[in-house]
Protein backbone atom coordinates (compact mmCIF):
# COMPACT_ATOMS: atom_id res chain seq x y z
CA UNK A 1 0.00 0.00 0.00
CA UNK A 2 0.91 3.60 -0.59
CA UNK A 3 -0.07 6.70 1.48
CA UNK A 4 0.26 9.86 0.35
CA UNK A 5 0.28 12.98 2.58
CA UNK A 6 -0.83 16.53 1.24
CA UNK A 7 0.12 20.18 2.65
CA UNK A 8 0.06 23.45 1.61
CA UNK A 9 -3.41 24.54 0.83
CA UNK A 10 -5.20 27.99 1.66
CA UNK A 11 -6.64 31.20 0.62
CA UNK A 12 -4.77 33.29 -2.07
CA UNK A 13 -5.48 36.75 -3.52
CA UNK A 14 -5.37 36.80 -7.13
CA UNK A 15 -1.79 37.27 -8.45
CA UNK A 16 -0.33 35.49 -5.22
CA UNK A 17 1.53 32.48 -4.82
CA UNK A 18 1.37 29.20 -3.04
CA UNK A 19 3.33 25.88 -2.38
CA UNK A 20 1.63 22.51 -2.20
CA UNK A 21 3.78 19.06 -0.97
CA UNK A 22 2.98 15.76 -0.98
CA UNK A 23 4.88 13.21 0.79
CA UNK A 24 4.61 9.25 -0.44
CA UNK A 25 5.27 6.70 2.07
CA UNK A 26 4.31 2.47 1.84
CA UNK A 27 5.17 0.37 -0.84
CA UNK A 28 7.35 2.85 -3.75
CA UNK A 29 8.41 1.22 -6.59
CA UNK A 30 11.26 2.90 -8.20
CA UNK A 31 10.03 3.55 -11.78
CA UNK A 32 6.71 5.93 -10.97
CA UNK A 33 4.46 8.60 -11.68
CA UNK A 34 3.92 11.41 -9.13
CA UNK A 35 1.86 14.44 -9.97
CA UNK A 36 -1.05 17.51 -9.16
CA UNK A 37 -4.76 17.19 -9.98
CA UNK A 38 -7.59 19.42 -9.57
CA UNK A 39 -11.12 19.28 -9.49
CA UNK A 40 -13.13 22.23 -9.16
CA UNK A 41 -17.00 22.52 -8.59
CA UNK A 42 -19.10 21.03 -11.07
CA UNK A 43 -16.08 19.97 -12.99
CA UNK A 44 -14.33 17.00 -14.00
CA UNK A 45 -10.86 16.00 -12.14
CA UNK A 46 -8.04 17.23 -14.74
CA UNK A 47 -4.23 17.29 -14.48
CA UNK A 48 -2.37 20.01 -13.25
CA UNK A 49 1.38 18.94 -13.48
CA UNK A 50 3.11 15.38 -13.41
CA UNK A 51 6.82 14.13 -13.01
CA UNK A 52 8.70 11.08 -13.45
CA UNK A 53 10.45 8.89 -11.32
CA UNK A 54 13.34 10.15 -14.12
CA UNK A 55 12.80 13.38 -13.89
CA UNK A 56 10.24 14.10 -16.90
CA UNK A 57 7.92 16.90 -16.39
CA UNK A 58 4.20 17.69 -17.98
CA UNK A 59 1.60 20.72 -17.48
CA UNK A 60 -1.19 21.61 -18.34
CA UNK A 61 -1.28 24.17 -20.51
CA UNK A 62 -3.52 26.21 -18.04
CA UNK A 63 -0.78 26.47 -15.48
CA UNK A 64 2.25 26.61 -17.83
CA UNK A 65 4.58 29.55 -17.18
CA UNK A 66 3.00 29.78 -13.76
CA UNK A 67 3.28 26.74 -11.80
CA UNK A 68 6.77 24.29 -11.36
CA UNK A 69 6.27 20.56 -10.33
CA UNK A 70 9.94 19.42 -8.57
CA UNK A 71 10.70 15.62 -6.91
CA UNK A 72 12.78 15.13 -4.47
CA UNK A 73 13.39 11.32 -5.53
CA UNK A 74 14.90 10.21 -2.65
CA UNK A 75 12.05 11.06 0.02
CA UNK A 76 9.47 10.14 -2.48
CA UNK A 77 8.00 13.74 -2.25
CA UNK A 78 6.83 16.23 -4.93
CA UNK A 79 6.10 20.14 -4.87
CA UNK A 80 4.01 22.30 -6.64
CA UNK A 81 4.76 25.95 -6.79
CA UNK A 82 1.98 28.04 -7.87
CA UNK A 83 2.36 31.46 -8.94
CA UNK A 84 0.26 34.20 -10.46
CA UNK A 85 -2.46 32.21 -9.25
CA UNK A 86 -5.63 33.09 -10.68
CA UNK A 87 -9.52 32.73 -9.58
CA UNK A 88 -9.42 30.04 -11.76
CA UNK A 89 -6.97 27.97 -10.29
CA UNK A 90 -9.53 27.71 -7.40
CA UNK A 91 -9.67 23.62 -7.09
CA UNK A 92 -9.60 21.00 -4.60
CA UNK A 93 -5.79 19.66 -6.03
CA UNK A 94 -5.07 16.08 -5.56
CA UNK A 95 -1.52 14.09 -5.75
CA UNK A 96 -1.24 10.90 -7.53
CA UNK A 97 1.12 8.28 -7.67
CA UNK A 98 1.09 5.79 -10.64
CA UNK A 99 3.00 2.81 -10.49
CA UNK A 100 2.26 -0.15 -12.41
CA UNK A 101 -1.35 -0.92 -13.16
CA UNK A 102 -1.76 0.99 -9.74
CA UNK A 103 -3.10 4.39 -8.66
CA UNK A 104 -2.85 5.94 -5.35
CA UNK A 105 -4.43 9.37 -4.37
CA UNK A 106 -4.14 11.45 -1.54
CA UNK A 107 -7.27 13.19 0.56
CA UNK A 108 -7.14 16.55 -1.07
CA UNK A 109 -6.21 19.88 -0.24
CA UNK A 110 -8.16 23.12 -0.92
CA UNK A 111 -6.77 25.95 -2.76
CA UNK A 112 -8.72 29.22 -2.98
CA UNK A 113 -7.80 32.43 -5.13
CA UNK A 114 -10.05 35.67 -3.67
CA UNK A 115 -9.65 38.99 -3.03
Known amino acids: QVQLVESGGGLVQPGGSLRLSCAAS????????MGWYRQAPGKQRELVAV???????TYADSVKGRFTISRNGAKNTIHLEMNSLKAEDTAVYYC?????????WGQGTQVTVSS
Open 96 to 104: KLAQRIYNY
Open 26 to 33: GSIFSTNI
Open 51 to 57: VTSGGVT
